[in-house]
């Protein structure tokens, strides 16, 4: 079996795969970059427990990070449980992608991950969105080019600055609105935050297919926030809640062979 780490900003994802690629779990924990090297072992032998599986049926581990305070005592977890150090996606490692980016290493491991998933899946032009602490926009064309992408705040931010720079605006969680136009504060905050992000996509989707010449192009979005915001947009979008963990599958596969 193939275990999968997604380390996040706010959360860090954790996936088992079987020998046929079919995902026997996926877990979420919050990203604490604190952490010793004990404390995630304890945390990944809990959640193997929590899905009554056993960590020593784990040949290998890919890890895909973010947060590079964490990444030391991450590794040095993973090799401790499994007697060998985790592929760590980066410089060097084989994804089949030509990034097209002026400073390549620039682009996050994350980013990488779900372009190589949704190459795999879905005919390009690809453009995808990953909704998650930020919101990025990926972009790929022909001939596998990852040609660049945009970043925004993500949704959670725009909520947590609007409460805390406007003294009369509570916190709030992301829903689905009741309405487009609220008849409360709270109702109001929600349908401006989740109408507002999804005009803003279907702007910027639309900008990116004037860019390519009007080519028919394909959208698939993942990250936690996503199920809530492309219901609202415009555009054709495909949700994918996999795309990531099944774009570390196939970068783990291409190394590995």
């Not at 706010?10 to 604190?34: E, N, Y």
């Not at 060998?84 to 400073?103: A, F, S, Y």
């Not at 487009?180 to 279907?202: E, F, H, P, Q």
């Not at 080519?215 to 936690?224: E, L, R, S």
């Amino acid at each position: 079996m193939l275990l999968a780490v997604d380390v996040g900003n706010s959360t860090m994802s954790i996936g088992l795969f079987d020998l046929d690629k079919k995902l026997q779990f996926l877990a979420v924990l919050d990203t604490d970059s604190r952490k010793t090297a004990d404390q995630i072992s304890i945390d990944l032998m809990n959640v193997f427990a929590l899905y009554q599986h056993d960590i020593r049926d784990v040949q290998d581990a890919i890890v895909c990070s973010v947060v590079p305070p964490l990444n030391f005592m991450l590794q040095k977890a993973l090799t401790r449980l499994l007697g060998k150090p985790p592929m760590v996606v980066g410089p060097g490692v084989k994804t089949g992608l030509n990034i097209r980016m002026e400073i390549q290493t620039q682009v996050g491991a994350d980013i990488v991950a779900d372009a190589v998933s949704a190459l795999e899946k879905y005919p390009t032009p690809i453009v995808t969105i990953d909704m998650g602490t930020a919101t990025t926009i990926g972009v790929i064309s022909e001939g596998r080019n990852y040609e660049g992408g945009l970043l925004l705040p993500g949704v959670n931010i725009s909520l947590e600055a609007l409460s805390s720079r406007a003294a009369q605006l509570p916190d709030i969680s992301l829903q689905h609105p009741k309405s487009l136009i609220g008849k409360n504060t709270v109702d109001c905050m929600r349908s401006g935050i989740v109408y507002g992000t999804a005009g803003m996509l279907d702007g910027i989707i639309d900008r990116i297919r004037e860019h390519l010449s009007g080519k028919k192009v394909t959208v698939v979005a993942t990250g936690g926030n996503a199920p809530v915001i492309v219901k609202y947009c415009r555009n054709e979008i495909i949700y994918d809640k996999y795309l990531l963990m099944e774009g570390l599958w196939t970068i783990y596969q291409k190394n590995h062979q």
